[in-house]
T-cell receptor, first 114, second 115 residues
Framework: EDQVTQSPEALRLQEGESSSLNCSYT??????LFWYRQDPGKGPEFLFT???AGEEKEKERLKATLTKKESFLHITAPKPEDSATYLC???????????????FGRGTQLTVWP | NAGVMQNPRHLVRRRGQEARLRCSPM?????VYWYRQLPEEGLKFMVY????????ESGMPKERFSAEFPKEGPSILRIQQVVRGDSAAYFC?????????????FGPGTRLTVT
């Protein structure tokens, strides 16, 4: 079965202190790697899709990158409003399965303090 | 453009009762997915449906759980004879098609508490 591991589990940053979140994955034939943001009591909010090694995508203070085994979510000069849990998910060509299923990691809980 | 809608947002059931969770996908989306999030665990896939068809139910418990997405109306996740272990947040997601690599958009979830 496809596996997704995120690290660290929790991260505390001071406002303006840049850092990166890691997502390691094993999948049979990557169809897509997805990053989501989840605030307490809410559903995951879509951020990025990455399809192949070397690809990068940016949105405001966030930048996602992809290699053959892992993805990074870089946060530049974070603000308190960036505090949330960031989830990574993959979709692959595992045996017999449809293309619909996403496999999620447990997430990184990010706290940015002023 | 309305997002994915789920209701109720909170549901309390006693052990042995039935729980019905509803999901209306985004406009123009015909593919629906249900996930469960247990406390301190990640999101786990349960079932993938298209209109009037179950595409993949391999993540759903074989007993007490069922799902449907009728031609008209919302998708329904039904849990019969609920037990305390069913307490969790249930999320619905939708996508415009089922081709691999398409992002799924999530609703706000239904938080089920079994007493």
């Amino acid at each position: 079965e496809d596996q997704v591991t995120q690290s660290p589990e929790a991260l505390r940053l001071q406002e303006g202190e840049s850092s990166s979140l890691n997502c390691s994955y094993t999948v049979s034939g990557l169809r897509g790697l997805f990053w989501y943001r989840q605030d307490p009591g809410k559903g995951p909010e879509f951020l990025f899709t990455l399809y192949s090694a070397g690809e990068e995508k940016e949105k405001e203070r966030l930048k996602a990158t992809l290699t053959k085994k892992e993805s990074f979510l870089h946060i530049t000069a974070p603000k308190p409003e960036d505090s949330a849990t960031y989830l990574c998910a993959v979709q692959g060509n595992d045996r017999g399965s449809t293309l619909g299923r996403l496999y999620f990691g447990r997430g990184t809980q990010l706290t940015v303090w002023p | 453009n309305a997002g994915v809608m789920q209701n109720p947002r909170h549901l309390v059931r006693r052990r042995g009762q039935e729980a019905r969770l509803r999901c209306s996908p985004m406009k123009g989306h015909s593919h629906v997915y249900w996930y469960r999030q247990l406390p301190e665990e990640g999101l786990k896939f349960m079932v993938y449906l298209q209109k009037e068809n179950i595409i993949d139910e391999s993540g759903m418990p074989k007993e007490r759980f069922s799902a449907e997405f009728p031609k008209e109306g919302p998708s329904i996740l039904r849990i019969q004879q609920v037990v305390r272990g069913d307490s969790a947040a249930y999320f619905c997601a939708s996508s415009p098609h089922g081709t691999g690599g398409v992002e799924q958009y999530f609703g706000p979830g239904t938080r089920l508490t079994v007493t």
